[in-house]
């Protein structure tokens, strides 16, 4: 069993930072893919990015490269979301979660996450 819990979300003005973490409780974190998903209101579930279980590897989908960059601490069971020149088009519920897998290729579809966290709300907004 993984119980997740997202902070860090605010409101921000376009071209802003916010920094999202994820803190994990269990023994399965080090072992297991990490992902971060955006939800919009009235719309589905997508993914944004996820780290591999050793933390070497990641993958993005393109509209947040360069912006967005994804970490994560073994030692202290947390993932972390920095995001960096934020625009109104990142407005949503952002929710960490952990897949049932350890590398990133098999974690990109949403069908592979089977914990998840609460969400929390990151508004882009002058």
């Known amino acids: 069993q993984v119980q997740l819990v997202e902070s860090g979300g605010g409101l921000v003005q376009p071209g802003g930072s916010l920094k999202l973490s994820c803190a994990a409780s269990g023994r399965t974190f080090g072992s297991v893919a990490m992902g971060w998903f955006r939800q919009d209101p009235g719309k589905e579930r997508t993914f944004v990015v996820v780290i591999s279980a050793s933390g070497g590897t990641t993958y993005y989908i393109d509209s947040v490269k360069g912006r967005f960059t994804i970490s994560r601490d073994n030692a202290k069971n947390t993932m972390y979301l920095q995001m960096n020149s934020l625009k109104s088009e990142d407005t949503g519920i952002y929710y960490c979660?952990?897949?049932?897998?350890?590398?990133?290729?098999?974690?990109?579809?949403?069908?592979?996450?089977?914990?998840w966290g609460q969400g929390t709300q990151v508004t882009v907004s002058s």
């Open positions: 979660a952990a897949s049932r897998y350890s590398g990133t290729l098999k974690s990109r579809e949403i069908s592979a996450y089977n914990y």
